[in-house]
């Protein structure tokens, strides 16, 4: 038929043949799907703490004095100073690397890993000091403030490891994946910064504003 249609001065219908797929090392990487993988896991964990401070608020508002003792806030302060400080430094540490400067940059990665060793010593010296007055199995309060600092604490153990494993890194900017490690690493350190000021606000100063002006 299709002969005849030449012959007749029609010409055939072309024949479409399929495009072979791509391999897979001939798919372009992409830069940015740690980084997405981090953003999604923090908003997990994020979503976790969130159900934390619920509890906690949920049963105080079920105690007429909640907390009986409020806790000393005088280290909690110390701690939030000192991971501020770290996440300016991390910030740092990014800025000098998009300007090439990779000694600078490892240099500020390295204090912030320093002044996270600091905030997890003080909060050692901090859970000494609660313990004195209250234990995890006092009352409902002392369960949740220990839970919620203590994974906290926990989250902040993450952390540094993931920034030691960056700077042990032969380069903060390597060649192949996973090509921003830096980011990926800060991203969740910025995360524990901010969940530790709302367990300083939540869990420290509105006790103790209520304690004092209440």
């Not at 010593?121 to 006092?138: C, D, G, S």
């Not at 380069?171 to 901010?194: C, E, G, I, Q």
Request: glycine share 6%; charged share 15%; hydrophobic share 50%.
């Amino acid at each position: 038929m299709t002969a005849a249609a030449g012959t007749l001065g029609v010409e055939p219908e072309p024949v479409e043949r399929e495009t072979p797929a791509p391999r897979l090392d001939q798919l372009p990487e992409d830069e940015h799907r740690g980084t997405l993988g981090m953003a999604l896991g923090i908003v997990t964990e994020a979503l976790l703490f969130v159900c934390l401070f619920f509890s906690y608020y949920y049963i105080g508002h079920r105690h007429p004095h909640w907390p009986a003792h409020p806790p000393e806030i005088g280290l909690a302060l110390i701690l939030l100073a000192i991971l501020l400080a770290s996440s300016a430094t991390l910030h740092a540490a990014e800025k000098q690397l998009k300007k090439g400067a990779h000694g600078a940059a490892r240099l500020a990665l390295v204090i912030t890993i320093l002044l996270g060793v600091a905030f997890a010593v003080i909060q050692v010296k901090e859970y000494r000091n609660h313990l004195l007055t209250l234990q995890p199995r006092t009352d409902a309060y002392g369960s949740l403030f220990y839970v919620i600092t203590t994974f906290h604490a926990l989250h902040v153990a993450a952390g540094l490891l993931m920034l030691i494993f960056v700077a042990c890194l032969p380069t903060l900017k390597p060649a192949k994946s996973p090509k921003r490690p830096l980011h990926n690493a800060s991203m969740y350190w910025h995360f524990v910064d901010v969940v530790w000021l709302f367990v300083v606000v939540l869990l420290y100063l509105v006790p103790w504003w209520e304690a004092h002006h209440g």
